[in-house]
């Protein structure tokens, strides 16, 4: 049976700017309200509203849809019978039993908190007497003979209100749903872990939503963190005996009607949707099925199209990693993701290759590879090589293209929201793009989510404006690159950095004045260290930003890059042209940040632990440079135009 691909390995490194020291600040007890805050924000800047979303989970093939509609009918009027019967049987946990009542009174509107007016705890176990209700149903069609015409797998739940692991903050999750192959499979487990949650679920007693959602929010993040194949995510918020599903892609997340569970029509519909993620396919719930986790060698195989500089055709090429090197540890955005790879299986632990893994902006239908990374990577290369210049010191592509669900689908927005993406465009026709929303909520919104995007997004990938997208319109890509590069956090000494920040900016110029491309984003995530003939060298990754520029070497007024290490004229959006001047301000604040950070590894956790010690003594201590990733785009030029008009005031919490 096919089951969801989950990372079973260590988490590395989360990608991002996001310091150590900030992560410990988010976990501290009095600092939580500002993950909360930028939860509402999200919620407010990205939902939209949409009756029949639950539709994308429905099965593809027409013999499985109708199973889920006969599936559906013999479950919603029955649950009532069913619940009596768990609950009078004596060979029944007496938990189990207990459950399934509450469950009874939760479905006729009668439950009520045993432990004040706004405990929503007795929701927990009466929806997951639910959930398991759906999963005892369809678990003998499991072991049936025919494998089309029966469900793929059964959906159950964690136990609630518990902490799962692999998070980076300490907050416990209401409720959570994972995959096994039967419903008393062994996989089947208590404590939640993000790496398996197929869903999260938030409850409220109170039937306002708003909070459910901004909850639902911080836990769907750290479940893409966790989960290196996850193209986009499910979720359901119960509010009282209100219902709703949830799809979260890359930049919106997209709301159903309630789903009220007292009425016949809308438990209906809430088990329908159960029921088809379980009939469903894999791809469908929000996996990558090209990026695989094979358990018994401990590492992942991942397929990369085949479009070579020598060779266009469409054959894949397989490879196989066991480091996760960028996590994708935002809700919205790219989800840029990377690993070292190898393409035999014998050389895991020798990786030669850097696979990049990322859902940048397209335009829908065309054929233009102006904003296609890797048809630029490939004119950088092939203009130096005319020239003889050396390309050691710059990331060449072997291969890539875009990710491939099947013969005959390439994977991009319209899949991942298939069938409805068209009735959400019809369903909202005044609502403005998300560039265009930019502008409106820019002073008051931080400045990841300002931007339509994560921190590992650019701003801005389409010129556009005379079409109105509800839902900007992404393609899953995936490149296979040379050579591999540490982090500047891996470098042994200042030494290093010098040399690696000046070889990589040297090739930003050479690409810049001989090539034609200006790179848009220099940030300490795309400048890497590499080893060439013995000695470091700097390389610069990362061309997803980059745009062709004329004799004039400048650019249209566009906000684009990473909001920490954007310049200040960047940040502010003016109508002044973009130069390469705006990269190399990009690198003054590259150096700021490492010189505060620290460098390697050691500086970092020596300063973190300086930071934890602040924090011990001081409540409303925040970190040097806070206002860099936290604040909106104008309070981050602010801070910046601070630092560099007064250095006593760059160490200074109160101006920075």
């Not at 791809?283 to 695989?292: E, F, I, N």
Request: net charge negative; with cysteine; glycine share 4%.
């Amino acid at each position: 049976m096919s089951q969801p691909s989950v990372d079973n390995t260590p988490q590395k490194k989360r990608s991002g700017s996001r310091s150590s020291a900030t992560n410990f600040a988010s976990d501290c007890t009095d600092q939580r309200s500002s993950r909360m805050d930028d939860a509402r924000k999200e919620r407010d800047y990205r939902r939209l509203d949409f009756d029949d979303i639950a539709r994308s989970a429905l099965p593809k093939n027409s013999t499985l849809r109708d199973l889920v509609d006969k599936r559906t009918k013999e479950i919603s009027p029955r649950l009532d019978d069913i619940l009596v019967k768990r609950s009078q049987d004596p060979a029944t946990p007496a938990l189990v039993r207990q459950a399934a009542n509450l469950c009874r009174e939760w479905l006729r509107g009668e439950l009520t908190p045993n432990n004040g007016p706004r405990n929503e705890k007795v929701i927990y176990p009466a929806h997951a007497a639910l959930i398991r209700c759906i999963a005892d149903h369809l678990d003998p069609e499991l072991a049936a003979a025919s494998d089309t015409d029966k469900a793929k797998r059964v959906l159950l739940p964690y136990a609630s209100d518990m902490k799962p692991t692999g998070s980076d903050e300490r907050i416990r999750i209401d409720g959570a749903l994972h995959s096994c192959a039967n419903a008393s499979s062994s996989d089947n487990k208590l404590r939640p872990e993000y790496r398996d949650i197929v869903l999260v679920a938030e409850a409220k007693w109170y039937r306002e939503q708003d909070e459910a959602y901004a909850q639902l929010i911080r836990y769907t993040r750290q479940v893409y963190a966790n989960q290196p194949n996850r193209r986009f995510a499910w979720g359901v918020t119960i509010c009282a005996t209100l219902v709703r599903v949830v799809l979260f892609e890359n930049d919106r997340m997209v709301s159903s009607k309630d789903m009220d569970v007292t009425t016949s029509t809308g438990i209906a519909a809430y088990v329908k949707f159960i029921v088809s993620l379980c009939f469903c396919e894999e791809h469908q719930l929000g996996y990558d099925p090209s990026m695989t986790w094979c358990s018994e060698n401990k590492y992942w195989i991942i397929k990369c199209p085949g479009r070579t500089p020598d060779n266009d055709d469409e054959q894949s090429a397989t490879y196989y990693a066991r480091d996760l090197v960028f996590v994708a540890d935002h809700l919205f955005g790219r989800h840029t993701r990377g690993f070292y790879a190898s393409a035999d299986p014998e050389l895991v632990d020798q990786p030669d290759t850097f696979i990049k893994d990322a859902w940048p902006h397209a335009e829908r239908g065309s054929e233009d590879t102006s904003r296609n990374e890797l048809a630029i990577l490939q004119d950088i290369v092939q203009q130096l090589e005319k020239r003889g210049i050396d390309t050691k010191g710059y990331v060449r592509p072997v291969r890539g293209g875009t990710v491939r669900l099947d013969d005959n689908h390439d994977d991009d927005t319209d899949i991942v929201l298939d069938p409805v993406v068209g009735d959400i465009e019809a369903a909202h026709p005044r609502m403005g793009t998300i560039a265009e929303n930019d502008e409106t909520n820019a002073s008051t919104l931080p400045a990841e989510l300002a931007a339509g995007r994560g921190k590992d997004d650019e701003a801005c990938a389409i010129d556009d404006s005379s079409r109105v997208e509800v839902i900007p319109y992404r393609v899953h890509r995936r490149l296979a690159l040379k050579p591999i590069g540490k982090p500047l956090y891996a470098l042994s000494s200042p030494y290093e950095l010098i040399i690696v920040l000046a070889d990589a900016m040297t090739a930003h110029s050479k690409i810049l004045n001989l090539c034609g491309y200006l790179h848009r984003d220099i940030s300490t995530n795309n400048i890497l260290a590499i080893e060439v003939d013995g000695r470091v060298r700097g390389v610069l990754i990362d061309f997803d930003c980059a745009i062709k520029v004329g004799s004039q070497r400048r650019v249209r007024a566009e906000r684009t890059g990473t909001p920490s290490f954007m310049s200040i004229n960047n940040l502010r959006n003016s109508s002044v042209e973009r130069s390469e001047l705006d990269d190399w301000e990009s690198l003054l604040y590259v150096v700021f940040w490492l010189g505060v950070h620290g460098v390697s590894e050691e500086e970092q956790s020596s300063y973190q632990a300086f930071i934890e010690g602040k924090y011990k003594t001081d409540k409303d201590f925040k970190p040097p440079l806070y206002a860099w990733e936290n604040g909106s785009f104008e309070e981050v030029a602010d801070s910046k135009e601070r630092c560099l008009a007064n250095p006593e005031r760059f160490t200074s919490r109160a101006e920075v």
